[in-house]
Each structure stands twice: as structure tokens, then as C-alpha cells.
């Protein structure tokens, strides 16, 4: 199983720039896909992107049209890290942010949060205006 650690989690201005971080220890190698999502009070879990982890180069990055174009997935292999940066940042941002490493054959640019079978416990983003 994968075990998942966000950080980076913060207060922000609307606007502003954040960049959270995941790392992954445990059996990663199954893992097939590692997506962000987010969920604010009272809301549903949101699917952000995801990374698929089969691609070498880190090109095959999903994302939602809500955050298309404002925010960025990467991964460093070497530190069992993949990141969220988030740029431009707006109050409806503000959630609890989870990253989940997914195994099963479901295509990573679905972004469907029932395909993910390990999860962080999330951190915290705080977007003010």
C-alpha cells in the first residue's frame, strides 16, 4: 500500500501563488496514476488533475476546467514527489487538499476520486480577498 503526505497547505491573498507538495512511500511502483483534490466545507470532493506515472517524462498531466491554465502538476522521481502549484488563486480555492495515488487500469485523465485507493490526509489552503 502508499503512503501519501501533503504540505505546503497555507493562507494566501486571492491572486497569490502556492505550491503543495506530496510524497509517496511504500509500494509506488503499482501506482498508476497520482492526482489532487480538494474539498471545501459543505461541498463535494473535487477532482484538481492528475499525473500519470506510466509517462517517464511527467507529460501526461490532466486537469479540470476549473483550474486548467492556473495550476500545474509535476513530479520529481528521485524524491517520490509530485507537486501542485497553483497560481492566481481565488476564494472558491480555498479547500482541503488531498493528494491519491490510484493502481487500477481507470485512464488518469478521468479524475474520478473512486478510482483512488490511497489517500494523503490533506492540507489545508486558505485563500483571503
Known amino acids: 500500500r502508499v503512503q501519501l503526505a501533503e504540505s505546503g497547505g497555507g493562507s494566501v491573498q486571492a491572486g497569490g501563488s502556492l505550491r503543495l507538495s506530496c510524497v509517496a512511500s511504500?509500494?509506488?511502483?503499482?501506482?498508476?496514476?497520482m492526482g489532487w483534490f480538494r474539498q471545501a466545507p459543505g461541498k463535494d470532493r473535487e477532482a484538481v488533475g492528475a499525473?500519470?506515472?506510466?509517462?517517464?517524462?511527467?507529460?501526461?498531466?490532466y486537469y479540470s476546467d476549473s483550474v486548467k491554465g492556473r495550476f500545474t502538476i509535476s513530479r520529481d522521481t528521485n524524491k517520490n514527489t509530485v507537486y501542485l502549484q497553483m497560481t492566481g488563486l481565488r476564494s472558491e480555492a480555498a479547500a482541503l487538499y488531498y493528494c491519491?495515488?490510484?493502481?487500477?487500469?481507470?485512464?488518469?485523465?478521468?479524475?474520478?476520486?473512486?478510482?483512488?485507493?490511497?489517500w494523503g490526509q490533506g492540507t489545508q489552503v486558505t485563500v483571503s480577498s
Open positions: 511504500g509500494n509506488i511502483g503499482d501506482s498508476r496514476c
Open positions: 491519491a495515488a490510484q493502481d487500477d487500469r481507470t485512464p488518469c485523465y478521468t479524475l474520478r476520486a473512486s478510482s483512488y485507493n490511497s
Open positions: 499525473l500519470s506515472l506510466r509517462d517517464p517524462r511527467g507529460n501526461s498531466v
